[in-house]
């Protein structure tokens, strides 16, 4: 079996912005040549994104069309929600039925991977409160009272400039290994994290932590062969 997984593109879907037009570019054909058994997106695949009913924003069109081509070409589509695009809604569970699920294990060819966005393990007040804030239902509320046009407005200035690489990852990144430690001590093999931007991979406690990046700005992504991950850089989907 053959997994794909990818984390913080961080697209706005703003064709005035360069590097954003051809970051969805580079995405759209690396999609649209991806020969894999399953995607996962390990999440911040957009920069705001909030899941209205009806409504795909006019900027990220040509992505959610390559989703939707790659699920008509029979490979598989989980998304596990990032701190920018928690709201998925219809178009991603209904349009693309993809698997919308929080951080978990996924057995491949008998390897357990855990799968998740990363921010778990950032445990500062701040960021539990922003995170509890905005995933609350009275914020929810708030969105749908705004409706899309406003609401976005809203999210493009709460998400801010997060896309370039942190000025020290080294903080977070151990933080997310001694937030996976524990799973690997219960039996699963590998961690597959994204949220920080900056990719690498750590042997840890008998298992291995593996760190996404930013594909939005460093092109990387794994892909899980025969069991094997491996972090790539390129545009080749194939591997």
């Known amino acids: 079996m053959r997994v794909a997984l990818i984390s913080d593109v961080h697209l706005v879907g703003d064709p005035s912005d360069a590097d954003d037009a051809e970051t969805q ?21 957009f920069h705001h994104w909030w899941g209205h009913p009806g409504v795909v924003p006019s900027g990220l069109v040509p992505t959610c069309a390559a989703l939707l081509r790659v699920r008509a070409r029979g490979i598989g589509l989980t998304i596990v929600p990032g701190n920018h695009d928690f709201a998925l809604g219809p178009f991603f569970h209904r ?3 993809a698997q919308v699920r929080g951080p978990h294990v996924l057995t491949v060819d008998g390897r357990q991977f855990l799968l998740a966005h990363g921010d778990e393990a950032d445990r ?3 960021y539990r409160v922003t ?27 709460l998400a ?80």
């Open 25 to 45: 570019r580079a995405l759209v054909a690396w999609l649209d040549a991806l020969n894999v058994d399953q995607l996962c997106i390990l999440g911040d695949l």
């Open 95 to 97: 349009d693309l039925d």
């Open 160 to 239: 801010g400039h997060s896309r370039a690489h942190p000025a020290n990852p080294g903080p977070l990144r151990q933080r997310q290994q001694d937030w996976a430690l524990q799973h690997i001590h219960n039996g699963v093999d590998c961690v597959i994290v994204g949220h920080v931007h900056a990719p690498g991979s750590a042997a840890v406690g008998g298992g291995t932590v593996v760190h996404l990046g930013g594909w939005g700005v460093d092109r990387t992504w794994c892909l899980i062969d025969g069991g094997v991950p491996r972090l790539l850089k390129g545009p080749d989907p194939a591997g």
């Open 131 to 157: 995170r509890a804030t905005l995933r609350s239902t009275a914020f929810a509320g708030l969105m749908r009272v705004l409706g899309p046009r406003a609401g976005d407005r809203l999210l493009s200035r």
């Open 124 to 126: 500062s007040v701040g």
